[in-house]
């Protein structure tokens, strides 16, 4: 199912065809070698082009594959992106299957060029297995910036690998990224556990959020599974409404990257049961917000969802966030 599915920007051609225009970009572009003091990298999601941009400073220039709203699970590579990456001096994507259209393109990429799949560094036993994909684990790794603080250091080592002269650079940054990562990882503790006990259920459209379940003691309920390519048919959406109503949850959230119908027929699917439930807010899943924003960087993003969730369920959070620096809040 995987392999008919195409982002909007997604090229519409063969494998063959692909295979063919990789070989030649290849065969035209040499192995390119980083410039004196900086280096190019192209990053896969924007979580791991902002932790690249926070680790690397001055010495990097770096360029997000998929933007605010795009779904990493189904998007496929554009011409412009084949062509970014062969000129790139370092290729970071995630792994772990969230690229799932891009798996295979990225393991013969990397036959050639240096390529990097930071979340495979992730300790096994710090994973969560997938729910469909027998030896394959949850990709969401961010949610919990605990877990996150794993691929920083993956993205920190790629770096110095490529750069070792600004090795010195490159770690002084990271321990100044992981502090900041650890204030907002003991923030959303200390607000999550504000909610009532009985309230801690996360009820969205995908499950994003099992991480984040672990690390602050939530029941995530997705509609759909792991991957967005998944569907929730009527009996799982039957399910859900019986859940929704014998656990009287009075809020459920949608995510910006994916659509939001599932959730509308939970909704609606309560209302007819006389239980009303209400939209508790937007979270930021697979992909952060606008570039240039707050919400547009990583910390900002897990801000942003931790303070929605807290307010909506019945918890006390700052306003604006843990900075003061959210631009919407519920």
């Known amino acids: 199912m995987f392999n008919r599915i195409f982002d909007a920007r997604s090229i519409r051609f063969s494998s063959a065809v692909l295979g063919v225009l990789v070989s030649a970009l290849l065969i035209l572009t040499s192995p390119p070698t980083a410039r004196a003091g900086q280096l190019n990298i192209v990053a896969t999601t924007g979580m791991i ?23 990493p699970h189904a998007y ?4 412009s992106d084949i062509v970014s990456m062969t000129k790139a001096d370092l290729i970071l994507w995630h792994g772990l299957f969230l690229e799932a259209q891009m798996e ?6 990397g036959k050639s060029r240096n390529v990097v799949a930071v979340a495979e560094a ?3 036993d710090q ?14 790794v961010w949610m919990d910036p605990g877990r996150w603080s794993y691929v920083a250091e993956a993205i920190r080592d790629a770096l110095i690998e490529a750069l070792p002269d600004q090795k010195a650079v490159f770690e002084a940054n990271t321990a100044a990224y992981l502090q900041e990562i650890a204030a907002l990882d003991t923030f959303a503790a200390d607000t999550l556990a504000t909610i009532p006990a009985d309230s801690r259920v996360l009820v969205s459209a995908h499950d994003a959020f099992n991480y984040f379940g672990e690390a602050y003691d939530f029941d995530v309920i997705g509609i759909q599974g792991i ?50 439930i209400v939209i508790g807010g937007s979270l930021y899943s697979d992909a952060m917000g606008e570039p240039g924003t707050y919400e547009g960087t990583y910390l900002g993003m897990i801000d942003h969802n931790v303070t929605t969730i807290a307010r909506a369920l019945g918890g006390e959070a700052p306003q604006k966030g843990r900075l003061g620096r959210l631009a919407v809040t519920m």
């Open 122 to 124: 992730m300790p096994k």
């Open 104 to 109: 295979d393109f990225f393991r013969k990429l």
């Open 227 to 276: 991957s967005t390519q998944s569907e929730a048919g009527l009996h799982r959406v039957a399910e859900l409404v019986d859940l929704l109503v014998e656990r009287e949850i009075r809020a459920v959230f949608v995510e910006s990257s994916v659509s939001d119908r599932s959730v509308r027929a939970l909704i609606e699917g309560a209302a007819a049961r006389g239980h009303e």
């Open 76 to 79: 496929r590579q554009t011409r």
């Open 127 to 140: 994973l969560i297995s997938h729910d469909v994909y027998a030896n394959k684990y949850d990709p969401h």
């Open 49 to 71: 082009a902002d932790a690249a941009t926070q680790i690397g400073g001055d010495s990097v220039t770096v360029k997000a594959l998929m933007g605010p709203g795009v779904d």
